[in-house]
């Protein structure tokens, strides 16, 4: 099971936390992600990192702007979101992934087969 929190309201140029706690895994064998989805759109990948949080990946609208954690002692996951646009409001969705793969982290929703119920981003002019 994964549950994200840290949604909310922001003004453009603000920044959020979110984070997704894991339960009932072995949390450190797990390759995570963060997805999005805005309202009409497809989600998208946004941000990944490996099992051993050797390995980070992120969409490009975001990259220098989001950054993605994994302590895997305290089974979260977590995504840093500074500098937020109001291009960035959507549901935001933590995942996981049993890769089996070292150091690889996947961008297809079809790669992770546990996913959280997601959190609220909204992010105002």
């Known amino acids: 099971q994964l549950v994200e929190s840290g949604g909310g309201l922001v003004q453009a140029g603000g920044s959020l936390r979110l984070s997704c706690a894991g339960s009932?895994?072995?949390?450190?064998?797990?390759?995570m992600g963060w997805f999005r989805q805005a309202p009409g759109k497809e989600r998208e990948f946004v941000a990944g990192i490996s099992s051993r949080a050797v390995t980070t990946a992120y969409t490009n609208s975001v990259k220098g702007r989001f950054t993605i954690t994994k302590d895997n002692a305290k089974n979260t996951v977590y995504l840093q979101m500074n500098s937020l646009k109001p291009e960035d409001t959507a549901v935001y969705y933590c995942?996981?992934?049993?890769?089996?793969?070292?150091?690889?982290?996947?961008?297809?929703?079809?790669?992770?087969?546990?996913w959280g119920q997601g959190t609220q981003v909204t992010v105002s002019s």
């Open positions: 009932g895994r072995t949390f450190a064998t797990y390759t």
């Open positions: 995942a996981a992934a049993d890769t089996g793969r070292l150091g690889w982290v996947p961008r297809s929703l079809n790669e992770f087969a546990d």
